[in-house]
């Protein structure tokens, strides 16, 4: 089994300027190759009307593919490189070997998902040309053991060798699993320092098998995206979880820098200083935010339940625009995109696509298992009734006089989306525009809903308890 940690490197002054000398080199390579693959995309095509007896269809070339153009890296280091853009000279022996072959694989690997795709057949989008800040990572392939100097100062600090850079300090704030052997390390510079993460390997642990595991009442736990004041998530069992919202405390941190730096001339020390101190407060709201997902992940593993129903949000549909409206006379018209950026904003800060992905993997780990189910009308159907009621957004509890009951409508979806995964949901057809129950198993479950409901405590109940 493969594992991977990350640590923070301290590299003195002079290896500070050799790594970031590497990157530079390894930003033109990586340009330079992906100039070529779009040299032969454009000159190997032609319109789809074009006629071979009538057109000149230029003649095909040779597609350049990751041995080709790792070939070219004997004839390239025998001497120097004169970078056109900037008229400087690149040694290309400088670097570490297997630092310039990972970039011909990591070219290789961007222009096939954009000429064909990925496994699932999904196209990227045209790759683009490196600048000196979108290109932060370097891979010593062929590691091993010997790279790894321990030392005693504090039991926190270990020195790492890394090829042509000599020992370098790193801090140790986790140990490193006995018995896994090193494979990879890879060299990473973010906003606020430099990062080496290593790629562990480990024969006596076996890989992750996942169990059979039959959802039932009982073991299985529902799981609904509130995002709604400060609640995160809602579950089945009549929790909610609050929300953390790093990027709503940061907002006015964030915007003083913002206009400070724009202020400042553009290329001037000040602005390049300004916009230091606006990446390290957005590596900052980035790493809160995982923490508080990690953290609310655990939390839902510690209750002990096998399986976890959560809904299939369309995260690109929910964060995206409004599309201009416009008059005959060609004016903007008003199309509500001012009252929804707000609502864009507030799901990006909440990450639910991340989350659900750090769920799954904290599932696995304990044996578990986490799934999507489709939250149809989840929100607006009864869990014990098969009766709308809850069908606006403004309505978040609804009073049950045949039950005095007080219903909370994110609760309500939890409890709905787990009788989804169970396959206790009602069939429901549209007739005249509107949903219709048609099969219906509601009453099977009906008992247990209301005995989870009625242990919850509604916030109206506790608020007229306390005033009396």
């Given at each position: 089994m ?8 301290y ?7 050799q790594?970031?000398q590497?990157?530079r080199?390894c930003?033109?390579?990586?340009n ?5 693959r ?6 190997n095509?032609c319109?789809?009307n ?13 597609k350049?593919?990751?041995y080709?153009?790792k070939?070219?890296l004997p004839?390239?280091k025998?001497?120097?490189v004169?970078?056109r853009?900037s008229r400087e000279l690149?040694?290309f022996?400088?670097p570490?070997?297997?630092i310039l ?7 290789e690997k961007?222009f096939?998902?954009f000429?064909?795709g990925d496994?699932n057949?999904k ?7 490196k ?12 590691a091993?053991?010997a790279?790894l ?8 600090r270990?020195f790492m ?6 020992l370098?300090?790193?801090r140790?704030?986790r140990?490193?699993?006995e ?9 990473t510079?973010k906003?606020d320092g430099?990062?080496v993460?290593?790629v ?13 595991i ?6 299985s ?8 004041e ?7 069992e009549?929790?909610?979880l ?9 907002e006015?941190k964030?915007?003083v820098l913002?206009t ?10 000040r602005?390049?200083?300004l916009a230091?101190r606006?990446?390290r407060l957005?590596?900052?709201i980035?790493r ?8 609310t992940?655990?939390?839902l593993?510690r209750?002990g339940?096998k399986v ?9 549909g ?6 201009p409206?416009?008059d005959?006379?060609?004016?903007y ?12 904003k507030s799901w ?9 992905d750090i769920l799954?993997?904290?599932a696995?780990?304990?044996g578990a298992?986490a799934?999507e ?6 929100s607006?159907l009864l869990?014990?009734?098969d009766e ?5 957004c ?9 039950e005095?009951?007080?219903v909370?409508?994110?609760?309500n979806?939890?409890v709905?989306?787990k ?16 949903p219709v129950v048609v099969?219906?198993?509601?009453h099977?479950t009906s ?6 409901l009625?242990g919850?405590r509604s916030?109206r ?8």
């Amino acid at each position: 089994m493969k594992s991977a940690y990350q640590y923070r490197l301290y590299p003195d002054s002079q290896q500070k300027v050799q790594l970031n000398q590497w990157l530079r080199i390894c930003q033109y390579w990586y340009n330079r190759m992906l100039g070529e693959r779009f040299d032969w995309w454009e000159q190997n095509r032609c319109a789809v009307n074009a006629c071979p007896l009538i057109c000149h269809l230029p003649a095909l070339k040779e597609k350049p593919n990751y041995y080709s153009q790792k070939k070219q890296l004997p004839d390239i280091k025998a001497d120097l490189v004169l970078v056109r853009h900037s008229r400087e000279l690149v040694d290309f022996t400088e670097p570490y070997s297997t630092i310039l072959q990972n970039v011909c694989k990591r070219v290789e690997k961007t222009f096939e998902r954009f000429v064909r795709g990925d496994c699932n057949g999904k196209r990227s989008g045209r790759p683009r040309f490196k600048g000196a800040a979108r290109y932060r990572t370097m891979l010593f392939d062929g590691a091993d053991d010997a790279w790894l100097k321990f030392c005693t100062i504090n039991g926190k600090r270990l020195f790492m060798t890394l090829p042509k850079v000599g020992l370098v300090q790193v801090r140790m704030h986790r140990p490193l699993p006995e018995g896994a052997n090193l494979k990879q390390v890879l060299v990473t510079k973010k906003a606020d320092g430099w990062y080496v993460s290593l790629v562990l390997s480990d024969e006596t642990v076996p890989g992750s098998t996942p169990e059979v595991i039959i959802p039932t009442w009982e073991n299985s736990l529902g799981l609904d995206a509130v995002l709604h004041e400060d609640s995160y998530l809602a579950t089945s069992e009549g929790e909610k979880l609050p929300s953390l919202k790093p990027l709503r405390r940061n907002e006015a941190k964030k915007a003083v820098l913002q206009t400070k730096k724009n202020s400042r001339k553009k290329g001037s020390r000040r602005r390049r200083k300004l916009a230091k101190r606006e990446a390290r407060l957005g590596l900052r709201i980035a790493r809160s935010r995982k923490d508080f997902q990690y953290k609310t992940a655990h939390k839902l593993k510690r209750t002990g339940k096998k399986v976890f129903f959560y809904e299939k949000l369309n995260l690109q549909g929910l964060s995206r625009r409004h599309a201009p409206k416009q008059d005959e006379s060609g004016v903007y018209l008003p199309n509500g995109q001012a009252a929804k950026s707000g609502l864009n904003k507030s799901w990006h800060d909440a990450a639910f696509g991340q989350f659900f992905d750090i769920l799954r993997l904290v599932a696995a780990k304990a044996g578990a298992v986490a799934m999507e189910q489709n939250p149809a009308y989840t929100s607006q159907l009864l869990s014990y009734r098969d009766e709308f009621v809850l069908t606006d957004c403004s309505i978040r509890e609804y009073w049950d006089e045949a039950e005095k009951l007080w219903v909370n409508r994110d609760i309500n979806a939890a409890v709905n989306l787990k009788r989804v995964g169970l396959d206790l949901f009602p069939t429901l057809k549209r007739r005249r525009g509107n949903p219709v129950v048609v099969a219906s198993m509601t009453h099977s479950t009906s008992k247990e809903v209301l005995i989870a409901l009625r242990g919850i405590r509604s916030p109206r109940c506790t608020a007229s308890v306390s005033v009396g």
